[in-house]
């Protein structure tokens, strides 16, 4: 079984800055891709940024320039820093990966989300 587990949402106010990390653990042998989705009240979720194994990394038109997407790959960890934050942002931020199992099966697997409230 894998597990990903979000840390770092919280409350903060306009202009600050947060880090989310999520560590991927359990029967694992190479993750390819790692990402961030969002989906804030009433709305779907949506792509925030993702980072493949040679950190490449792809963001939302909407975070560019204001968060950066990383990856430990020693530690199965993808890190989000988010920095300049906005109202809009507020949504639970779930963790994505796109992984090759031990028993050899390419899946995605998610989190359960960490909420981000950003206040004005």
């Known amino acids: 079984q894998v597990q990903l587990v979000e840390s770092g949402g919280g409350l903060v106010q306009a202009g600050g800055s947060l880090r989310l990390s999520c560590a991927a653990s359990?029967?694992?042998?190479?993750?390819?891709?790692m990402g961030w989705y969002r989906q804030a009240p009433g709305k779907q979720r949506e792509l925030v940024a993702t980072?493949?194994?040679?950190?490449?990394?792809n963001y939302a038109d909407s975070v560019k320039g204001r968060f950066t997407i990383s990856r430990d790959n020693a530690k199965n960890t993808v890190y989000l820093q988010m920095n300049s934050l906005e109202t809009e942002d507020t949504a639970v931020y779930y963790c994505?990966?796109?992984?090759?199992?031990?028993?050899?099966?390419?899946?995605?697997?998610w989190g359960k989300g960490t909420l981000v409230t950003v206040s004005s």
């Open positions: 359990g029967s694992i042998f190479r993750i390819n891709r």
């Open positions: 980072i493949t194994s040679g950190s490449n990394t």
């Open positions: 994505n990966a796109n992984l090759q199992t031990r028993s050899n099966y390419i899946m995605d697997y």
